[in-house]
């Protein structure tokens, strides 16, 4: 049977969303985020998209005639896959991730482009069916059903498309993409020809493919079977700034986004509405800051132990083609001061949920402060329980091991093996103090809890002062 369509506005579809009839799982926290977007249609534009205005403000794109192929239902299960990239700060995560590139190859940035793309619809659907929002038979019924392929012509992506997980974030999609090409692009092009959206003949012609195939395939991918993500104004306003500029904007866009998204919550709770289901533990994690400034407490305690590393620059020539004649001397390399950071977290029984959870926020905004950041997290009680390393890209972990004692050795002796800037060590501060001479081997930072107290004043172990504590307030 054919889905009924409509000619509804967009603004009528807000209005459908936040009435009692908007459906019995949509929660009016939606709408109130769509509401406070700038709204821009694009005719021929073909999709929908967030993206940020040249003022820094969240940006919904759309094209109008989009919502007379898709039914009600569709159409709001568009929009509302349009709000989980912005409680997932996909905007500010996909401009310091293009930053990456910025240097790089027009090919190389049609490559990373397309798998960013790709993997933050991966992460946003997986993560709209474990939320209940719906199925993932529904993102492959949207638009009309072409009668020759079988295909719907507005159908979205989903993991299981290229025998990937379901459930896992934007940065583990893009790491798994990026690490295993290959592999990948063979997966899509079985499952476009299976599809019908690729002809026999077409794509990759060998085992190993070009790069040009690798990225005419990825691309492909994402016109026929992800067309709910478009970041070409994203891109195209990234081309335009410089790395600093590039930095300030994605700073800009995670407040905009906080600043929807808290008063988002603030309305649906004053109407008495449900925040969605599954997603609230996301929204938290979202509205929480980092307490302490990191990016300045770095430059003031770190800057005589800073690693570097190189990089190209248009703002610094290369030396040996200074004296060369008809020889453009641009771009050069330049010295970039990065960190790296071990971040130990205190995961024994008196530390409480909020604490960790304090710890976790204090670690995002870490991740934030730099470009290049590197950091190794140790989970510990009275012995390591998990290591792992983490960019300014990576969610860290959620679910942290240990709840047992406490012991601050194990950390420090793991600490002389590392090499590390400095290390900070997340803490109520009941713990045995180890000598002051392993303590001394990097430089040490407390983050104390808020009801915790300064290792050496619990009264355990050698009690010898060292290090910089920073007691948090909340």
Request: with cysteine.
């Amino acid at each position: 049977m054919q889905k009924k369509k409509h000619t509804a506005s967009l603004e009528a579809l807000l209005t459908y969303l936040l009435s009692a009839h908007g459906g019995s799982k949509t929660s009016p926290f939606f709408p109130h985020v769509l509401r406070a977007l700038v709204k821009r249609p694009v005719p021929n534009m073909g999709t929908f998209g967030v993206s940020i205005t040249p003022e820094g403000k969240l940006l919904l794109m759309y094209d109008p005639k989009i919502l007379e192929r898709l039914s009600v239902r569709h159409a709001i299960l568009v929009l509302i896959h349009e709000v989980y990239h912005i409680v997932l700060h996909h905007i500010p995560r996909g401009l310091r991730l293009l930053d990456q590139v910025a240097s790089s190859t027009e090919l190389e940035k049609r490559k990373f482009f397309a798998i960013s793309n790709i993997a933050a619809d991966y992460a946003v659907n997986s993560l709209m069916v474990q939320c209940g929002e719906c199925i993932p038979s529904d993102f492959k019924l949207m638009g009309e059903k072409d009668p020759k392929t079988g295909k719907y012509d507005f159908a979205g992506c989903y993991p299981t498309d290229s025998q990937l997980p379901e459930r896992k974030t934007y940065e583990w999609y893009f790491n798994a993409l990026m690490s295993d090409l290959d592999n990948f692009v063979q997966q899509l092009v079985a499952f476009m020809k299976a599809a019908g959206t690729l002809g026999e003949g077409e794509g990759p012609k060998g085992k190993f493919p070009t790069d040009e195939e690798i990225v005419e395939a990825l691309e492909r991918y994402r016109e026929m079977h992800a067309p709910t993500n478009n970041d070409d104004e994203l891109k195209r306003q990234s081309d335009q700034m410089n790395p600093d500029q590039r930095q300030a904007a994605a700073g800009k866009a995670e407040r905009e986004s906080r600043q929807a998204v808290r008063k988002a919550k603030e309305e649906t709770q004053k109407s008495r509405g449900s925040l969605p289901a599954g997603l609230e533990e996301y929204i938290s994690n979202m509205l929480e800051e980092a307490e302490i400034p990191w990016q300045q407490f770095f430059k003031t305690w770190l800057q005589n132990t800073l690693r570097h590393r190189r990089k190209r620059s248009m703002c610094k020539p290369r030396r040996r083609l200074l004296d060369m004649e008809d020889i453009c001397e641009f771009p050069g390399r330049m010295r970039e001061k990065i960190y790296t950071i071990i971040f130990a977290i205190d995961t024994s029984g008196s530390m409480s949920n909020s604490d960790i959870a304090d710890a976790l926020s204090e670690l995002r905004g870490m991740q934030a402060a730099a470009p290049g950041i590197q950091i190794t997290v140790i989970e510990c009680d009275a012995q390591i329980g998990r290591e792992y390393t983490i960019d300014e890209f990576t969610e860290p972990q959620r679910n942290v091991t240990g709840r047992g004692g406490t012991r601050f050795e194990p950390v420090f002796e793991r600490a002389a093996q590392l090499k590390a800037d400095a290390l900070i060590y997340a803490t109520d501060g009941y713990g045995s103090l180890p000598s002051i001479e392993l303590m001394r081997v990097r430089p040490l930072c407390w983050l104390v809890t808020h009801n915790g107290v300064a290792p050496w004043e619990a009264g355990y172990g050698s009690g010898a002062q060292y290090g910089h504590v920073i007691r948090l307030k909340r």
